[in-house]
């Protein structure tokens, strides 16, 4: 039994010590920083658009890594090794994740402001069809009363 803790001990020993996790080779074709951030802006939109209308990608047949390796010109094998090379490097990684959520965050606002700008217009078009529509009651009131008053012959 003592024997047996023994080898246990030094078998946990050896393998708590071991350094198993090594870094992803450098990919043979490595991105750029910009174009790993335009690689991940273009996935986070990609992925978004799949959630909200998946049919019309599909109607147009745009499949998120063909789209991708086509863009960026390299092979889905290049795709994931930069992915992970990336990943490896945890503050090259943050800064472009932090850089990417900030592009996310500008065209939300730019889309939130064209939506509101939108709202507004259906707004304004709303009261002019409404004042319009009261003019034109106003009117016809108007009129009604009118043949009403007229004599009878």
């Given at each position: 039994?003592?024997?047996?803790?023994?080898?246990?001990?030094?078998?946990?020993?050896?393998?708590?010590?071991?350094?198993?996790?090594?870094?992803?080779?450098?990919?043979?074709?490595?991105?750029s920083?910009?174009?790993?951030?335009?690689?991940?802006?273009?996935?986070?939109?990609?992925?978004?658009?799949?959630?909200?209308?998946?049919?019309?990608?599909?109607?147009?047949?745009?499949?998120?890594y063909?789209?991708?390796?086509?863009?960026?010109?390299?092979?889905?094998?290049?795709?994931?090794?930069?992915?992970?090379?990336?990943?490896?490097?945890?503050?090259?990684?943050?800064?472009?994740?932090?850089?990417?959520?900030?592009?996310?965050?500008?065209?939300?606002?730019?889309?939130?402001?064209?939506?509101?700008?939108?709202?507004?217009?259906?707004?304004i078009?709303?009261?002019?069809?409404?004042?319009?529509?009261?003019?034109?009651?106003?009117?016809?009131?108007?009129?009604?009363?009118?043949?009403?008053?007229?004599?009878?012959?």
């Amino acid at each position: 039994m003592k024997k047996l803790c023994l080898f246990l001990g030094i078998l946990i020993a050896f393998t708590a010590c071991q350094d198993v996790e090594t870094s992803p080779p450098k990919p043979k074709k490595l991105l750029s920083e910009k174009q790993m951030q335009d690689l991940m802006y273009d996935m986070i939109l990609l992925d978004a658009a799949t959630g909200v209308n998946n049919p019309k990608l599909q109607e147009l047949d745009i499949e998120m890594y063909d789209f991708l390796t086509e863009k960026y010109n390299i092979d889905s094998t290049t795709l994931k090794q930069n992915i992970d090379y990336y990943n490896y490097e945890f503050q090259t990684n943050l800064d472009i994740y932090e850089s990417v959520k900030d592009s996310i965050e500008f065209l939300k606002q730019h889309y939130d402001s064209i939506q509101n700008l939108r709202d507004s217009l259906r707004k304004i078009e709303r009261q002019k069809m409404d004042s319009l529509k009261l003019k034109d009651s106003t009117a016809y009131k108007k009129q009604m009363k009118l043949q009403k008053l007229k004599p009878m012959k």
